[in-house]
């Protein structure tokens, strides 16, 4: 039987790094959010221990996940881990009965994804995926004119990101740790086609090269093109070899499309907990003929409302802001594209 919340819901933020301080980010919009609050930090390295405290000494520190498990007055804990311990902690986690927020990528594998899903439900808890990216200010402005219809039936989208130059040395760049070169940017701008192309996928064609960085533990470019029940086409690439770049999106639609560099796009991002509208996107519309452009401001970037969606989840029984299941298809895509890179076939997606 699920436990009545009642606010404020007590959280927790497992993994407090350095190195992008995704924890504290967490944490700030969790106290942030009307109806949350933040109530503990587990991380396993005392300095960073030591850094929670010092900048927020309400919270209750913890340098062992059982143990906080055990003693925390908590509700929900979000994991901010590296990937390869999303599915054994937020497993832990919903075992102890706590409802679990769960950092992007969600694991490294569907088989871990399944578990995760598995662990939610047999405790009656939820899991949810944490792709507050979908909140940047200019994918919302982008997804708004396309499912407003303002360039037609979309068929073609491009995003493209990354450059030239060895991977960093950290856990990202450990095939084993990160999940390989699509796991640092590619679940964004997986969840970003999969949020706005709402269809089933039917086939996926994956490109992976290792061409340049050696001694790299990852791959130097990967590339998924995603075919949709509907007819649309989205191709997808990172690289760490690409001496020349394009537009971060390239949407191509029956009636017009779009371009748009990114710049300024996600604007504060893990500093404010709302961020300003950085830039524009060019349109172009053709109707009757007549081709018109325009430039769109990007909206506000709103990653607080993540959290505030999780609240009403959780406290009024609203929606979960982005399921387990919903996480899980980008982890199918990224399985799907490798396996059709190794066998040069088109490989379905696992549960589509």
């Known amino acids: ?32 959010t009307p109806g949350l609050k933040w109530a503990a ?17 309400q919270l209750e520190t913890y340098s062992s996940l059982s143990e ?15 990937h390869h ?9 919903l075992n102890a009965g706590r409802h679990v927020v769960c950092d992007k990528a969600m694991c490294l594998t569907v088989a871990e994804a399944d578990a995760m899903i598995a662990a939610a439900k ?13 909140h940047d200010g200019n994918f919302r402005a982008i997804k708004e004119a396309v499912h407003s219809g303002r360039i037609g039936d979309v068929f073609h989208i491009e995003l493209t990101a990354g450059g030239f130059g060895k991977p960093r040395e950290w856990w990202y760049a450990k095939k084993s740790l990160g999940g390989g070169a699509f796991y640092y940017w590619g679940p964004h701008a997986i969840d ?24 790299a533990d990852q791959e130097d470019q990967a590339r998924a093109i995603l075919r949709f029940e509907n007819g649309c086409v ?19 639609g029956t009636q017009g499309g779009i371009i748009d560099t990114g710049a300024g796009g996600n604007k504060g991002y893990q500093e404010l907990l709302t961020g300003p509208s950085g830039g524009s996107f060019q349109m172009v519309t053709i109707k009757d003929g007549k081709r018109d452009e325009t430039q769109v401001p990007y909206k506000e970037s709103d990653w607080l409302t993540y959290y505030v969606d999780m609240a009403n989840h959780l406290l009024h ?9 919903d996480g899980r298809r980008t982890i199918a895509v990224f399985e799907a594209s490798e396996r059709s890179s190794a066998t040069g076939q088109t490989e379905p997606v696992a549960y589509e």
């Open 234 to 252: 989205a191709d997808i690439t990172w690289s760490h070899i690409a001496a020349v770049g394009k537009p971060l999106w390239r949407v191509l």
């Open 1 to 32: 039987m699920r436990k009545e919340l009642k606010a404020p819901v007590r959280c927790a933020v497992v993994g407090y790094g350095a190195a992008h301080v995704f924890g504290r980010a967490h944490g700030r919009w969790i106290d942030a």
């Open 317 to 325: 029984g609203g929606p979960v802001p982005v399921s387990g299941e």
């Open 41 to 57: 930090v587990c991380d396993r390295d005392p300095e960073r221990l030591k850094a929670a405290k010092d900048e927020f000494p």
């Open 68 to 82: 906080m498990l055990a003693k925390a007055d908590i509700d929900m804990v979000s994991v901010v881990t590296p």
């Open 122 to 134: 047999k405790n009656d808890r939820t899991l949810a995926i944490f792709h507050a990216r979908r």
């Open 85 to 93: 311990t999303h599915a054994p902690i937020s497993i832990e986690c």
């Open 192 to 215: 970003w086609v999969l949020d706005m192309v709402r269809q089933k996928i039917i086939g996926c064609n994956g490109f992976y090269h290792k061409l340049v960085w050696d001694d």
